[in-house]
């Protein structure tokens, strides 16, 4: 039997309808597309044509795509390209992947006037202490769209609304990671100046993302180099990455496909249903975290490796310990120790997440007989 993948949270398999264009950008057309012959001319109209593609798929009607190398690149170049001198505040969520909190403590570090947003039980983060934060010198508030670790979905549409009202030049960045070609939002419903997206997330090839910038005027770039992506991202574009993300962009339909995980996730949910195993209720079809009584999570986890694949929180920060948004959230110790997380995608079957759930089922009840 194949492994059962459900770590798609941390990495999703590349589509093998990619391949083709990835070669064809990589083998044929792989001149630099910053060349000033027709070849490279042609390259930088394909790239043009892919920022097209990102921003329709995001719904935006204004601003511009810039092409980073992953999530983590575009999270820092939105935040520190805002940053200025004097005394101005940053606000983000207690929620945020390590790639926005990290950047949030070094600019703690540096003398900066950082804020925290916390989370509520359910994840999300709250809207009214959000509101209390903001003021005249608020410069930045970042706030994730989708959790990674927890499922759990901020309200877009509620934190702009706030942010905007409470102070109109404040910026808005949103690490869009978990929800960009999973949940249907639109930029143009929004009032958003940033938002971060990674190719690996949705069946693209690793090593390309991308951050929607609103208005370019005024951005500083951290990453100076050879003046491509406007100046703000150095470097010679992937373009192989860049086409076939956008081809993905193109494949996904973000509704049929929410429908299609909303079941899978529900059965997870049923054939995990037991009362040794607690279940965090949120929003996102594509992840769910559980905590099994009594065993540690990373046990759990590296039993059932051979036949299915779950993760323990963010793959980025697994090796460290604790699980600092589920302790955001109350949890104790004990729950945090033994929870795992549990990500799909849509080419999954009911019948494969059946079977999941009853193996992980069945090696959660053997471990606990061996450490009683
Ligand atoms: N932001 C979120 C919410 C994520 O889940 C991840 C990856 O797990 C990242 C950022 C970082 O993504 P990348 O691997 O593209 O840098």
Redesign the pocket.
């Known amino acids: 039997m194949s492994v059962i993948y459900l770590d798609n ?2 990495t999703t398999k590349m589509d093998e309808s990619l391949l083709e264009v990835y070669r064809t950008y990589s083998c044929d057309k792989f001149y630099n597309a910053s060349a000033g012959y027709v070849w490279g001319v042609e390259n930088y109209k394909d790239l043009e044509k892919a920022r097209k593609v990102i921003l329709e798929k995001l719904g935006a009607k204004k601003g511009d795509i810039v092409f980073t190398g ?4 575009s ?1 820092n170049i939105a935040i520190k390209g805002c940053l200025r001198e004097g005394k101005w505040e940053y606000v983000f969520s207690k929620g945020e ?1 390590p ?2 909190f990290n950047v949030a403590k070094r600019l703690e570090e540096s003398g900066k006037t950082v804020k925290y947003v916390d989370l509520k039980k359910d994840g999300q983060i709250d809207y009214e202490k959000l509101s209390g934060l903001i003021n005249e010198k608020t410069r930045l508030v970042s706030v ?1 769209f ?3 670790e927890t499922g759990a979905i901020n309200d877009l549409h509620r934190i702009s609304k706030i942010v905007k009202e409470k102070n109109p030049k404040a910026l808005l960045h949103v ?1 869009a ?2 929800g960009f070609c999973k949940i249907p939002f639109s930029l143009s419903e929004l009032n958003i100046d940033f938002l ?1 997206i ?1 190719a ?2 949705f069946h693209g090839p690793k090593g390309v ?1 991308a951050l929607y910038v609103k208005n370019k005027d005024g951005f500083k770039s951290i990453m100076l180099g050879g003046g491509q992506e406007f100046g703000l991202r150095g470097g010679t574009e992937n373009l192989a990455g860049i086409m076939a993300m956008a081809k993905i962009c193109e494949k996904i339909n973000v509704r049929e496909n929410y429908g299609k995980v909303a079941i899978l996730k529900e059965k997870m949910i049923e054939t995990l249903n037991d009362p040794n195993i607690r279940y965090i209720k949120t929003d996102s079809p594509y992840i769910c975290s559980f905590s099994f009584k009594g065993v540690n999570g990373e046990t759990l986890m590296r039993a059932l490796e051979n036949e299915v694949v779950v993760g323990t929180g ?3 920060s697994s090796k460290k310990a604790g699980n600092r948004v589920l302790q955001e959230m109350g949890f104790d110790n004990d729950y945090i120790k033994s929870s795992i997380r549990i990500s799909f995608n849509y080419n999954q079957s009911v019948k494969e997440i059946e079977t999941a759930g009853s193996l992980i089922l069945k090696k959660y009840y053997e471990i606990l007989e061996k450490v009683k």
């Open positions: 949270a941390a992953c999530a983590t690149e999270n992947h790639s926005v994730m989708v959790n990674n690490d990671v978990q971060t990674s690996h997330k993302g963010s793959a980025c």
